[in-house]
């Protein structure tokens, strides 16, 4: 798959429970290296489950590919000789995929766009159907590319796929009503109150979003890459579709209306059920099957919805015990695995550090040693 490959890396992967989607329950594969997102994703899920479950729904799948036209004279007059043109120029491109017609997909729609006075872009959206279409598109962008250097010996500077996929978005809902969000005596109401403000921050301060969209994508990516799609393809859809309106705000929004909270989550999800590496990696296909899915849409649908199970569950703990208290088991674990542990002492040196208070790597480290020396002691004093 990869060039001057030595070996293979390999990361965990775990389930998430409870979800509830479009009145289907799923199993949700996540590959991550980071400890306590799969139980907040489960968390998340399973507040919003008993409130219902999630409705997701998606828009189409058109991926919009780019030809950059440069050293344009008179960039009014070239738009209009494109549009002229745009009927055969969409059917070039699908001439250069033809399987993808058949499937349904192919060229839809073409775009220009002045970027600067000797800068045009066009903009061509592609129905891609069960891919991600990164590959499929370039080559019919490619193809187009040659024939308007062919038909109007225009300069064409790149042709590539954009990743800000705004054609192809994913939407989900939750209704919560407030008595599911008591937590530690302090009731729901209260706890709602705090999680729509917290929305709100992400809404108006840049240094909250990003850290409350990082949350989002803590969910996400790990779907991501337990269905075999390109993460980096989804994380800069997601933040290009953050910044939409000029400023950098939070994915999601969470407001209150009649004794519910209602959380809500929009973003491009590109993703493919076929093509890329899904059909080379094994485990891709396991994931696709215990997840029970049977398309992209399907796809979109949990992965988004992960996202917002994924904030509720962050913001929840921050709004009420923090974030650290859920975080600590499980840090402390990766602070032990690291300081040498096997699988056997793990649970011992983790209770030791919290009696301690300690949080540190280099506790970790003296705890293990002490508790391998009594354990030594302990097994000669009893041959
Ligand atoms: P592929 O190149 O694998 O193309 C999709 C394949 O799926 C085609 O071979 C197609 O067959 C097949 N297919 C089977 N059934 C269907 C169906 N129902 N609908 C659509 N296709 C079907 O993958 P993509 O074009 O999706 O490209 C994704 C890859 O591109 C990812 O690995 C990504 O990392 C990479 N990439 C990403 C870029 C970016 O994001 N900027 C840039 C460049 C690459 P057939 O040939 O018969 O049509």
Redesign the pocket.
């Known amino acids: 798959m990869i060039e001057n490959y030595i070996t293979d890396y390999s990361y965990p992967e775990g389930i998430a429970f409870h979800y509830l989607v479009n009145n289907k329950d799923y199993l949700v594969p996540m590959v991550t290296e980071e400890p306590s997102v799969i139980a907040a994703s489960s968390h998340g899920a399973s507040i919003i489950a008993k409130a219902g479950g999630f409705v997701a729904s998606t828009s189409e799948r058109l991926m919009i590919g780019q030809i950059i036209l440069e050293n344009v004279e008179d960039s009014k007059k070239l738009i209009l000789e494109i549009k002229e043109l745009t009927k055969n120029l969409l059917s070039v491109a699908d001439r250069a ?1 033809p ?2 017609k058949r ?1 349904g ?1 192919g060229a839809r729609w073409l775009k220009t766009r002045i970027l600067a006075k000797d800068l045009v872009a066009i903009d061509i959206a592609i129905d ?9 598109i ?1 080559t019919m962008l490619e193809a187009v590319a040659k024939k308007l250097e062919e038909v109007l010996n225009q300069q064409v500077l790149m042709s590539i ?1 954009s ?1 800000y996929a705004t054609e192809c978005l994913a939407r989900t809902t939750c209704k919560i009503p407030f008595e599911l969000l008591s937590r530690n005596g302090i009731a729901g109401e209260i706890i709602a109150k705090k999680i729509a403000q917290a929305g709100r921050v992400a809404q108006l301060d840049t240094y909250r979003a990003a850290t409350h969209n990082k949350g989002i994508m803590n969910g996400i990516d790990a779907v991501v890459m337990a269905s075999g799609n ?1 993460w980096r ?1 989804i994380e800069s859809g997601a933040h290009a579709y953050a910044a939409r309106n000029g400023q950098y705000r939070g994915l999601s929004t969470w407001k209150l209306s009649g004794g519910y909270l209602i959380g809500e989550l929009e973003l491009p999800l590109p993703v ?1 059920f ?4 899904i059909g080379i990696v094994p485990l891709v296909s396991i994931n696709q099957k215990l997840m029970k899915i049977t398309s992209a849409r399907e796809l979109e649908s949990i992965i988004v919805s992960v996202g917002l199970a994924q904030n509720l569950a962050a913001l929840l703990a921050l709004v009420s015990e923090g974030i650290q208290k859920g975080h600590m088991r499980l840090q402390l674990k990766s602070l032990v695995i690291a300081a040498g542990a096997d699988a056997t002492e793990e649970d011992a040196i983790v209770d030791r550090m919290l009696q301690e208070g300690k949080r540190d790597a280099d506790s970790a480290k003296k705890i293990l040693r002490d508790y391998r020396k009594r354990d030594k002691n302990d097994r000669s004093q009893l041959e």
């Not at 076929?274 to 590496?277: I, K």
């Open positions: 995929h399987s993808l499937r997909g891609v159907q069960e891919a991600m279409g990164a590959n499929m370039n796929l990743n390109d393809a493919g076929v093509g890329g590496s």
